[in-house]
């Protein structure tokens, strides 16, 4: 039945000799896989065999499986064009995995043996580099335990597993004619929607949308679930703030190619309401919701503007040469602050130079919640005031500029924050949740405002008028590690090992899936070798960090790049993580740009 089929790979074997190889080697020591490496013809396409493992307990080998596109046939119209194209890719690696459950056997020998994998996402729609489209093929980049017993190859095994277990999960997978077509369009449709939406929020005047029925919780902490549908409370906009969009197509198991929901204006918001009704929940959907979500997460209705970055306090961690004076005036014993370094901030200052450098990295709306901000960073009454007197308070807080963020830098801020009325004075719009129900409150709350007036007074010594860019010394970057010239783990979606050196991107909240994290590593390294001269601005080096990855795509992070080569599993981090990764690098040394 084989006729063999050649994808690209001009001197790929027929299949067969793979399995002699295997039978030959069977028995043998765990070196004798190195010999397997190459490229091997099936019925519908090519395994490549691009890395071996060392032993069975090392990182697994990178394979891939490659489908031409006239036997793959997926429909033209659902890869055509950016959006689509990383939809369906994204789509195709679930399939793969859903196949890979299906059919792979499982562990069989020692450590990883037996065991295939593809990095699928999870509740987020991520570019990656586990399935990748050209017009030619549709290629699924796997990583496989070669089977042993101890050091021992299990050829017979390794021979089921690599020339009958994964030319089934291609067919199964890779093959337009196996795959639920309407699921898989459906999927799409719903990405492309979300994008549509984010990309008319500015053109409204909008930084957020939040759809009707949308189901914003959680199934718990851990989880990035939904809460199930009889326990949540779906969402339904106030009606001052609801707004009706137009989407391309009908959202899945809708009829009408609209969708109506709360729209958040740019400006100043407050989420205000009770302990326990839903503000935190609320923001970190829309953190999240700089992603497109899968149909059925709750949160495919809920999208905000690219460029919407959360903000917390992190007390301990590092701050280069950031000009904080905005917020932090001259610290005891006459420390100027317009040149800000330390190995160990606290909280009100890591928060003052996370604002700043989200700023610089081109932030629109900034995200904060009251639950992970310092206090004095957000507010100082009147009391605190008459006693504290403001030469010994070096802090500006928060509510003294986060007007000027907007009038001046045209930066939005969606504020969560139960504690303090005084914010009143500054909100453009005022939300207020009851039992997890959005209600518009801005006039109650302007009208209390003035029966009410708040004694304290607005502490600024000057207009904010302008963010000093800082230049990233590329030397100052240095991803060896022993004799590895490049060496750069995810140990933890909140957790990169550069070189030696640890970044810690617990407070780095819009990170959510490992492989970004490992993406980031590679983005600092590329960025330092390839963007930084030691003059140039770090926004300048994201602008064409990111026309870089868009051109050339995200297998482009991988050092050793070649065409023809499993690059490592990627998903695409946005430029404010990156630029988050690199602030929190500590050995890195910027130049201040005056
Ligand atoms: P707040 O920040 O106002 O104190 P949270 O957002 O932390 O409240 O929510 C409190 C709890 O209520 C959480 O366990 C959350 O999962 C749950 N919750 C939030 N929104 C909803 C909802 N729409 N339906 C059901 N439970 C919700
Ligand atoms: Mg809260």
Known sequence: MASEQPAGGANALPIQQLRALLERIDGRGYGAYKEIAGSYAFEHG?????????????????????VPMEQAALPPDLWHGRTRRIALEDWLARQVQAAIRRVAQ?????????????????????????????????????????????RTVLGRQAAALLCEELPLIARQSLLWRSLDAA??????????????LRAQLDALGLVAFVGDG????????????????????PFRAPDALRVTLELPQP????????????????????????????????????????????????????????RAVKVRAEDGRRIARVDLSPFIGTLPFGQPTDDFSTENASGSTSQAATIIEALEAGAQVLLIDEDTSATNFMVRDARMQA????????????????????????????????????????????IMLRDYQPVEVTAQARAIATAYPTQRRREV??????????????????????????????????????????????????????????????????????????????????????????????????????????????????????????????????????
């Open 183 to 196: 699921a898989g369009r459906a999927f799409v449709i719903c990405v492309e929607n979300q994008e549509h």
């Open 461 to 594: 010594a000057a207009p904010w008028t302008r963010i000093t860019p800082r230049a990233p010394q590329p030397e100052s970057f240095d991803a060896s590690r022993g004799r590895r010239e490049v060496k750069i783990d995810a140990r933890a979606r909140d957790l990169l090992l550069y070189g030696d050196e640890p970044i810690d991107l617990r407070a780095v909240e819009q990170v959510v899936d490992r492989s970004q994290t490992r993406a980031i590593g590679y983005a600092l390294h590329a960025a330092s070798t390839r963007f930084m001269d030691g003059q140039t601005p770090l926004s300048a080096v994201l602008d064409s960090l990111e026309a870089w990855l868009d051109r050339q795509g995200l297998d482009a992070l991988d050092p050793f790049r070649r065409d023809e080569r499993h690059p490592g599993n990627f998903a695409r981090p946005r430029r404010h993580e990156i630029a988050a990764a690199i602030n929190r690098l500590r050995t890195v040394r910027m130049r201040l740009l005056r």
């Open 387 to 430: 006693l504290v007197r403001k030469e010994h308070e070096p802090i500006t807080p928060l509510i003294d500029r986060v007007r000027e963020l907007y009038v001046s830098f045209g930066v939005s801020t969606i504020l969560v924050m139960g504690g303090s009325g005084d914010y009143f004075d500054v909100a453009d719009t005022v």
């Open 251 to 306: 959202m899945p198991g809708q009829r009408e190619p609209r969708i109506s929901g709360m729209g958040i204006p740019r400006g100043v918001t407050l989420i205000v309401g009770g302990g326990y009704h839903g503000k935190s929940t609320l923001l970190r959907a829309l953190e999240r919701a700089v992603y497109a979500h899968i149909p059925g997460d709750g949160r495919e209705l809920v999208v905000s503007s690219a």
């Open 46 to 66: 090519l395994l490549a065999i691009d890395h071996v493992q060392g032993d069975p307990f090392a990182a697994p080998s990178k394979v891939r499986l490659r």
């Open 106 to 150: 499982g562990r069989r020998g020692s450590g990883k043996s037996g065991l295939i994998g593809i990095d699928a996402g999870g509740q987020t729609v991520l570019e990656r580099t586990a399935v990748r489209i050209t017009a030619a093929w549709v290629e699924a980049r796997l990583d496989v335990g070669l089977p042993a017993q101890g």
């Open 214 to 233: 949308a189901i914003l919780p959680r199934a718990s902490g851990v989880s990035d679930r939904p809460l199930p549908r009889a326990q949540a409370v």
